[in-house]
């Protein structure tokens, strides 16, 4: 938990009272939390203008564990049933606790087959990468595609998702992942630390920035007439090149913020069942171990996802 904003240090343990769920709520015993850029981002106060997020706040959104209580008008859901899911941090809530309330449309069932740390690793990471490439640019088979941070959290779930589908994939990555980014389903595997995947020469109908680390502009030559630049990171520049694109081109700029809900989670839970979706797993820390774990994927020291284990 976190009173005011800043690095890490401003984390503590800290006991308050057990929820209880409203109506419409679940309480979950939280056995298993997983950690994301967005979590350091909204503790350092970088976040502060968007939605005015609320202190104190725990950190954490992704989270798998058991049903313990229901609200009133709960239906669909027992108690004892593995549930995962995503709250909304905005208001304080967080993953990274012994218990969380939230409504029905922010958890989904956990396939028998899935792992408490497999299922807590997919609301964010891969729910990013799922509404982005099958639902903003709908890829479809045959279509190409260039993948930015291909071997993060989010960029492994959108390389393995177009290997799916079907598409033809370019991953870009450092030099240290990219057997790894071959491995997931990448047809070509571009080493930024060695070349600007800017001046490949070839032109893509889908750029997914998920490392969100180039613009439209200095993209845009890389795209197809017709082609769709994807942002995980929106900004009022993006926001002003998308519109300018749209005005002035068939090419698309999408400033993108992840929207969950019941249904995308259903999705994932299927996807990472079926096999299609294995969430890359840096390793597994104790609530005592999150702040220094926000410390390393804060300074891009980590490839993958980092699972904090809650209630064994």
Known sequence: MYHHFGDESVLSLCEVPTPQPASGQVQVRVHMASLNPVDFKLRSGMLRMVGRPKRPAITGKDFAGEITALGANVHGYAIGQRVFGSVDPLGGEGSC?????????LIAPIPEALSDEVAASLPVASGTALQALADIAQLQRGQS?????????????AVQLARSIGARITGVCSTA????????GADRVIDYKTDNWQNCGDRFDVIFDAAASASFASSR???????????TMPSAALYLAALVA??????????YLLKTDAELLGRLATLAADGVITPRISEIVDLGQVGAAQRRMQEGKVSGKICVRVNP
Do not use: E, H, M
Not at 97 to 103: E, P
Not at 221 to 231: A, D, H, Q, S
Not at 246 to 255: A, Y
């Open 97 to 105: 606790a012994q218990f969380v309330v939230l409504s029905t449309d």
């Open 145 to 157: 595609v260039l993948i930015t941070g291909a071997s993060g959290a989010v960029g492994s779930s």
């Open 177 to 184: 992942n990219i057997a790894y980014v071959r491995s997931i």
């Open 221 to 231: 030559p890389c795209l197809k007439v017709g082609g769709i630049y994807i942002n």
């Open 246 to 255: 749209r005005l002035t081109s068939r090419q698309r700029c999408v400033p």
